[in-house]
């Protein structure tokens, strides 16, 4: 299973996101499915002190124009998880800046290159980049840059989302 997340995460699989969504609760509850898998989802972000009510989620691979979620909500998510008992298997499911994944053609500089963790997400006019940027001093910083009703193209937002993560691996 490790193998099959960090391949959907890594490369934006969207058909193994959906597999996994409605199998899990088949294998938490004996029958899978989209009411369960909500259910499963709302109990994991309570876990993690997340307010159900601030994420909707209509599919398990992000693609429904129905799902809403604040970069407050993401980020929450991602402190979450790295204090979670998989957080290195998570963290390691990441692309990774100018190496691997969605990320490979991306943040090549000396300062983002190997030090940004992220998962991309893109739907029309929706451009989204959420994930952990290492200082150069060591400090890690979980972000969300979530845009919405882009009127340009998906590159130049992907330009000024590669620039902050930049910024955020300049901090001290």
Do not use: W
């Not at 898998?37 to 709302?42: N, V």
């Not at 997400?121 to 919405?148: E, M, P, T, W």
């Amino acid at each position: 299973m490790q193998e099959i997340v960090r391949r959907m995460m890594k490369h934006s699989n969207n058909h193994f996101a959906e597999q996994i969504f409605v199998s899990l609760p088949a294998v938490k509850m004996g029958q899978g499915g989209y009411s369960g898998a909500k259910r499963l989802e709302g109990e994991f972000l309570n876990r993690l002190g997340i307010d159900r009510n601030s994420i909707r989620g209509e599919d398990g691979s992000g693609l429904s124009e129905l799902n809403a979620v604040s970069p407050e909500a993401v980020t929450r998510l991602l402190v979450g998880m790295a204090q979670h008992p998989a957080a290195a298997h998570f963290y390691d499911s990441l692309a990774v800046g100018g190496k691997d994944g969605t990320l490979q053609g991306r943040m090549k500089s000396e300062a983002t290159l190997a030090r940004v963790h992220a998962k991309t997400g893109y739907i029309r006019n929706v451009v989204c980049l959420s994930g952990y940027a290492d200082s150069h001093k060591g400090n890690r910083y979980a972000f969300s840059f979530l845009v919405n009703n882009v009127r340009t193209g998906p590159s130049t937002i992907k330009e000024i989302q590669d620039r902050l993560c930049e910024l955020l691996c300049r901090m001290e």
